[in-house]
């Protein structure tokens, strides 16, 4: 069963960059599709961006259009999220979420990881 290993998060200050690291145990991460889910206490899980098997297609929730960058690196089993202009509301724990099919913006995926934290002070 494939399994996601999120890094990279902490505490920064609003307007800092974070990038966040999923590591899936599988050599095969290529035939998955991909996504960086977040929840916020006492919120819902919410979409942040998601990105297709080759990476040629990715897509973000409004929130975070222009600011967070989804990519993956297939060779290393690893897909990103470059998060910049941070902003005291993208305090979360956030989520990569990987599955065979496409689901696009939906949270249907099948695999999760564990999470990271990320915190943004003012």
């Known amino acids: 069963q494939l399994q996601l290993v999120e890094s990279g998060g902490g505490l920064v200050q609003a307007g800092d960059s974070v990038r966040l690291s999923c590591a899936a145990s599988?050599?095969?991460?290529?035939?998955?599709?991909a996504g960086w889910f977040r929840q916020a206490p006492g919120k819902e899980r919410d979409v942040v961006a998601v990105?297709?098997?080759?990476?040629?297609?990715?897509n973000y929730a409004d929130s975070v259009k222009g600011r967070f960058t989804i990519s993956r690196d297939n060779a290393k089993n690893t897909v990103f999220l470059q998060m910049n202009s941070l902003k005291v509301e993208d305090t979360a724990v956030y989520y990569c979420?990987?599955?065979?099919?496409?689901?696009?913006?939906?949270?249907?995926?099948?695999?999760w990881g564990q999470g990271t934290q990320v915190t943004v002070s003012r």
């Open positions: 979420a990987a599955n065979r099919n496409w689901v696009g913006l939906a949270d249907k995926y099948d695999y």
């Open positions: 990105i297709t098997r080759s990476g040629i297609i990715v």
């Open positions: 599988e050599g095969t991460f290529s035939n998955y599709a």
